[in-house]
């Protein structure tokens, strides 16, 4: 079946600090893949997403590229700030029958502090 | 242009009530999810439907758990004689089109607390 596996938190980190969470996926076929964002108390919103092989997303300073060959989809930013405290999620949808569904990772909850 | 809409925001509900939940999708969406997230967990697949069809309830227990979403009006998760177990934030998401590559936009989630 479908997975997917987030390194496990929580991370701290203080402002200005380089950031990278960790996501591999299991799936058949050539899933998408996105990073959601949750503030405390909120819904998810979708942070970036990439669809093919070797794509790279970015919104807000963060990025992510799509490694097929270690079926990776990492998240980084150069430099945090304490706005970004919230938890990320990594996701997957594998298209096909699987229609929009989507497959969760475990959530990592990031603060950065001053 | 408004945004996924869950409502309740919070449900307290005692064991063995009934637990409704609504959510209308964002203008124009015709295809919605439902997620629940239980402390500490991810979001875990619930069911996909679409107007008055349920495509998917792979993921809903058999069970106490229902969904609908007529013709008019919000999409509707059930529960039935809910327990404890139920306690979970429960979130909608809608998209555009079947083939949701430009991913699912969420409501803010019903928090539901069973007592």
């Known amino acids: 079946g479908n997975s997917v596996t987030q390194m496990e938190g929580p991370v701290t980190l203080s402002e200005e600090a380089f950031l990278t969470i960790n996501c591999t996926y299991t799936?058949?076929?050539?899933?998408?893949l996105f990073w959601y964002v949750q503030y405390p108390g909120e819904g998810l919103q979708l942070l970036l997403k990439a669809t093919k092989a070797d794509d790279k997303g970015s919104n807000k300073g963060f990025e992510a590229t799509y490694r097929k060959e270690t079926t990776s989809f990492h998240l980084e930013k150069g430099s945090v700030q304490v706005s970004d405290s919230a938890v990320y999620f990594c996701a997957l949808n594998a298209g096909g029958t699987s229609y929009g569904k989507l497959t969760f990772g475990q959530g990592t909850i990031l603060t950065v502090h001053p | 242009n408004a945004g996924v809409m869950q409502n309740p925001r919070h449900l307290v509900r005692r064991r063995g009530q009934e637990a409704r939940l609504r959510c209308s999708p964002m203008k124009g969406h015709s295809h919605v999810y439902w997620y629940r997230q239980l402390p500490e967990e991810g979001l875990k697949f619930m069911v996909y439907l679409q107007k008055e069809n349920i495509i998917d309830e792979s993921g809903m227990p058999k069970e106490r758990f229902s969904a609908e979403f007529p013709k008019e009006g919000p999409s509707i998760l059930r529960i039935q004689q809910v327990v404890r177990g139920d306690s979970a934030a429960y979130f909608c998401?809608?998209?555009?089109?079947?083939?949701?590559?430009?991913?699912?936009?969420f409501g803010p989630g019903t928090r539901l607390l069973v007592l």
């Open positions: 799936a058949t076929g050539y899933p998408s």
């Open positions: 998401a809608s998209s555009l089109s079947e083939n949701s590559q430009m991913g699912q936009y």
